[in-house]
């Protein structure tokens, strides 16, 4: 067995703790490159004496500087910027790079990481919806092995065979199951005065904020049918949701002769991080075990789009012209920072999205490169600010 140098990009993250757990683990298995973080600098700081990587990256210079003087003598070299980001994701001496950086920030750093044909461990589900085919293509061109970590696209991988090139054949649709969030039952009408806090409370995962809200307006799910689309080349029609309040089968691969595979197991993030590390083997997470006999009932319903608005709009994404996707992501990025700052109410994310949605021009051409991209992502959030001010 090798060892795996590992990238770990938002190392501070709910991901990149838990990501952190589980190579601590394996010190036989997995050493840390290079550890990645936004803001909290105490927390990176602690993190890097604790594993000691090569390198620590943040993106704003007077913060790497606090850090560099916090870890020196350590042997951490501190790098600051967008530029040193996609650097050591490259780099050549990395094997593994951990995406879980929020938001479409992270898509830069993920393209340079499969264009460099890295073990690619994607929890940044934003950087796919938004980087879409281009996404794909830098994967195919660098040989990078792409391993999803979100808990519903690590069950479809891990319901399928190794052999990407039997899936179109055997798979007949996938089923995505939601929570539901923490309003599932909660009159829709009374959703315009939850606070963050409420909405950020979700039954059975604990997650960064952004992912929360998204949980609870199920925009997360949308996302994730938008990444299962690229991620297991599929039909927009191809990929459905159900709902299951218990979280415990963490989605299902339906296959031409109507035989259900399901992947099951407590919601513990450390599973399919586990999965994404040891892939193709399978190696101690920490998460507990299922018991079968205290698990109760497992129930299903389906989503009521009164309550969710929001999850439409990913088939109506997919089936539109390409750079959709990225408008509805980047509209999304903007509302729910303005919801968890107070600025909008809870159901006015949805206006916010469907707004910028109807009204960002797309552009021919748009979605072809990292460039074009990010001017679209930047017309969207301007587009939706503009509805910000005028809801306000
Ligand atoms: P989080 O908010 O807890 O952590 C985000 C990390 O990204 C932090 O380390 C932060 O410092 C860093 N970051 C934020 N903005 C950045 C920027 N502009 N540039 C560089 N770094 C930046 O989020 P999380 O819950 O860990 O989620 C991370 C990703 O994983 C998201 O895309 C989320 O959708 C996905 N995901 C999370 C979970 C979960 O259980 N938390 C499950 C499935 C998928
Ligand atoms: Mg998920």
């Not at 399928?160 to 090139?165: F, G, H, K, M, T």
């Not at 218990?246 to 963490?250: A, C, E, R, T």
């Given at each position: 067995m090798t060892m795996q140098r590992v990238c770990l990009l938002g190392a501070t993250g709910s991901i990149g703790v838990s990501t952190l757990d589980v190579i601590a683990r394996h010190p036989d298995r997995y050493e840390l490159f290079a550890l990645s973080a936004h803001s909290r600098i105490d927390e990176l700081a602690a993190q890097c004496l604790q594993f000691r990587p090569r390198y620590a990256v943040l993106p704003d210079a007077a913060a790497a500087q606090t850090l560099r003087e916090r870890l020196a003598g350590s042997g951490v070299e501190v790098l600051s910027g967008a530029a040193a980001l996609a650097e050591v994701a490259a780099h050549?001496?990395?094997?593994?790079?951990?995406?879980?950086?929020?938001?479409?920030?992270g898509l830069a750093p993920c393209l340079a990481a499969a264009r460099a044909g890295k073990r690619l461990l994607l929890a940044n589900k934003e950087a796919l919806v938004v980087g879409g085919a281009l996404f794909m293509a830098a994967v195919k061109e660098g040989g990078a092995t792409l391993l999803p970590i979100d808990s519903e696209h690590s069950a479809i991988f891990q319901c399928?065979?190794?052999?990407?090139?039997t899936w179109a054949r055997r798979i007949d649709h996938i089923v995505l199951t939601a929570s539901?969030?923490?309003?599932?039952?909660?009159?829709?009408?009374?959703?315009?005065?939850?606070t963050p806090d409420e909405a950020c409370a979700h039954p059975n995962w604990v997650m960064g904020r952004k992912i929360s809200v998204d949980s609870a307006t199920m925009m997360n799910k949308a996302l994730e049918v938008i990444e299962a689309r690229w991620l297991f080349d599929l039909?927009?029609?191809?990929v459905r949701v159900v709902l299951h309040p218990?979280?415990?089968?963490?989605s299902m691969v339906v296959c031409r002769d109507h035989s259900v595979l399901a992947q099951l197991g407590t919601p513990d993030m450390r599973v399919p991080i586990a999965y994404g590390l040891a892939w193709p083997e399978r190696i101690e997470s920490g998460a507990e075990q299922l018991d079968f006999m205290r698990l109760g009932t497992l129930s299903f319903e389906p989503a009521d789009e009164r309550r969710y608005?929001?999850?439409p709009l990913a088939w109506a994404a997919l089936r539109g012209p390409e750079g959709g996707t990225a408008v509805l992501n980047a509209a999304n990025e903007v509302a729910v920072a303005a919801f968890l700052a107070g600025?909008?109410?809870?159901?006015?994310i949805h206006s916010v999205n469907a707004h910028t949605f109807e009204r960002t021009p797309l552009g021919s051409?748009?979605?072809?490169s990292l460039a074009g991209l990010l001017s679209l992502d930047a017309e969207a959030r301007s587009v939706a600010r503009q509805h910000l001010k005028a809801l306000s």
């Open positions: 050549a001496e990395v094997d593994t790079v951990m995406a879980a950086i929020v938001g479409a920030a399928l065979p190794e052999d990407r090139s539901g969030g923490p309003f599932r039952s909660r009159d829709p009408a009374s959703l315009s005065n939850v039909q927009p029609e191809q218990q979280s415990i089968i963490h608005p929001g999850l600025t909008i109410r809870f159901d006015q051409g748009a979605a072809g």
